[in-house]
T-cell receptor, first 107, second 114 residues
């Protein structure tokens, strides 16, 4: 089974950087790593994805370990609007989201 | 683009009744996914289609659940008969090519079975 593991919850102070970790112990060579977030009462929304190299976009940065067994989503300056559940996935034949990491941002 | 459209947004039904959830994917997307979300189990993939063909339905919990995609712009998820343990939020998502491309989720249908 293509599964990822994440901490259940994390806290961050507003305007501080946040590093959200994910373990991809069963990842295969062709699996992409995706990150999504889910705001309260909404469907998940795409944040970022990558294969081997670190990636940046307007929302966040994605750091991928050299062995690809772990990845880190980096929010450079957390805002109150970033409070959400963050999911990491690895794509194979099935998209496993799990229960994600609930991020609390403290004003 | 209107994004992924789901209907109804809320459904309340009695145990034993048939429930049909509907989804219109983003035009041009060739993958469609149905998910179920509960507090206990989180977000679970139920089934996905590629070019209207079911590819993996191993997440469908039992025979009471069925999904169809008669054309590229419409899919249904049916539960018959419904049970209280089916109460959840059901999401539809679509993507282009599937593997390396992001999924776009609909707003979800909140199903309550009493």
């Amino acid at each position: 089974d293509a599964k990822t593991t994440q901490p259940n919850s994390m806290e961050s102070n507003e305007e501080e950087p946040v590093h959200l970790p994910c373990n991809h112990s069963t990842i295969s060579g062709t699996d992409y790593i995706h990150w999504y977030r889910q705001l309260p009462s909404q469907g998940p929304e795409y944040v970022i994805h990558g294969l081997t190299s670190n990636v940046n976009n307007r929302m966040a940065s994605l750091a991928i370990a050299e062995d690809r067994k772990s990845s880190t989503l980096i929010l450079h300056r957390a805002t109150l609007r970033d409070a959400a559940v963050y999911y990491c996935t690895q794509t194979g034949n099935q998209f496993y989201f799990g229960t994600g990491t609930s991020l609390t941002v403290i004003p | 683009d209107a994004g992924v459209i789901q209907s109804p947004r809320h459904e309340v039904t009695e145990m034993g009744q048939e429930v049909t959830l509907r989804c219109k994917p983003i035009s041009g997307h060739d993958y469609l996914f149905w998910y179920r979300q509960t507090m206990m189990r989180g977000l679970e993939l139920l089934i996905y289609f590629n070019n209207n063909v079911p590819i993996d339905d191993s997440g469908m919990p039992e025979d009471r659940f069925s999904a169809k995609m008669p054309n590229a712009s419409f899919s249904t998820l049916k539960i018959q008969p419904s049970e209280p343990r089916d109460s959840a939020v059901y999401f539809c998502a679509s993507s282009l090519w599937g593997r390396g491309y992001e999924q776009y989720f609909g707003p979800g249908t909140r199903l309550t079975v009493t």
